[in-house]
């Protein structure tokens, strides 16, 4: 879609160059949780535009996300890069964090850098990959949503069904039968059904005693992932979450580039999602892009391998996209 008449609050005239850029080290707080990160400011005297950079699932600290950081700040942004609660220098603990939690640290971050005097509060926006698409659009309902939207492979399709498609692929790959496959979708739709409600531990427990000694258990291993019962409430957004719901919230302008190659979050449906979201919102300035060639989290072809080489195309669908929505950055 065209970028439409809300890129008017994001757009800034960006004189050339009067500081050089800089990278400091920071920390600010989130509901009593310390948390750190790396703001780099881009070229000029601002207020800049600034931007949040999400991360995924698991440890994820914000030196993860440097080339990414870098290339919004040589755009133009101001780039809060901050390390998950858990991982890094942050405090908290990510494994027992609920999506609000997130969400909350998300916010936290926009609110460190909306009172900067070298930044423009009207134009604090968010960039994510992975899980933190969905942290994008549960931001979406807060008093005070982003500015604009970068999601790079994420979000859109149900958790849920990201994790089933996940289960699928490896059973598929460890050669799993039809029937075993339909053992295998039995026990899993069990597994969501507590952690969704609560309801049905003790006989979970007992249908995965029973199948640790299939040939195709270790292909989706449960027990990885099985919070306990404590920390349950906090992981029950993946098996629940409508991120629709809040997409269809989503009026300020919004960049999601997925990869045709990517294996964890499939292109095709999380671009059916997001576009139906936000067409249900009236959003006249978003725009999805399918890279050609990409994998997960902008790495090229279909490879997830740590320092596999970035794909070109991310880069300049982004570049493109904020020269649209910063008219005068030409």
């Not at 290339?71 to 405090?91: C, I, Q, W």
């Not at 899993?188 to 049905?200: I, K, S």
């Not at 269809?248 to 139906?276: H, K």
């Amino acid at each position: 879609m065209k970028i439409g008449a809300l890129a008017v609050c994001l757009s800034l005239v960006v004189p050339p160059a009067a500081r050089a850029d800089s990278t400091i080290a920071v920390t600010f707080e989130s509901r009593g949780v310390p948390l750190a990160g790396s703001l780099t400011l881009p070229p000029g005297p601002g207020p800049s535009p600034a931007v949040v950079l999400i991360g995924g699932s698991g440890p994820s600290s914000g030196a993860m996300l440097k080339p990414f950081a870098d290339h919004l700040a040589a755009l133009g942004l101001a780039t809060l890069a901050y390390d998950k609660r858990g991982s890094g220098r942050s405090s908290g603990d990510w494994t027992v964090a609920s999506l609000e939690d997130l969400a909350d640290d998300a916010e936290a971050a926009m609110g460190f850098l909306a009172v900067r005097p070298d930044v423009d509060p009207a134009s604090v926006g968010v960039w994510a990959v992975s899980q933190g698409g969905w942290v994008v659009s549960a931001l979406a309902r807060r008093p005070t949503p982003p500015a604009f939207a970068i999601v790079l492979t994420g979000g859109g399709t149900a958790p849920r069904e990201v994790e089933l498609s996940g289960h699928r692929e490896r059973l598929e790959h460890a050669g799993a039968s039809p029937a075993e496959g339909e053992e295998a979708e039995a026990l899993l739709a069990r597994y969501f059904d507590w952690l969704g409600t609560g309801e049905g531990r003790p006989a979970l427990e007992r249908a995965l005693a029973g199948a640790r000694t299939k040939s195709w258990y270790d292909a989706i291993s449960l027990d990885r992932v099985l919070p306990s019962e404590t920390n349950r409430p906090q992981w029950a957004w993946v098996a629940t979450y409508d991120p629709v719901v809040d997409i269809a919230r989503m009026r300020m302008p919004v960049l999601v580039v997925l990869g045709e190659l990517d294996r964890q979050a499939a292109a095709a449906p999380a671009a059916a999602t997001w576009r139906r979201g936000l067409e249900r919102a009236g959003n006249p300035s978003f725009e999805i892009v399918v890279v050609p060639g990409m994998g997960h989290a902008g790495l090229d072809g279909g490879t997830h391998a740590p320092g596999a080489p970035r794909s070109a195309g991310y880069f300049s669908a982004v570049e493109e996209w904020l020269h649209a929505v910063l008219p005068t950055r030409r």
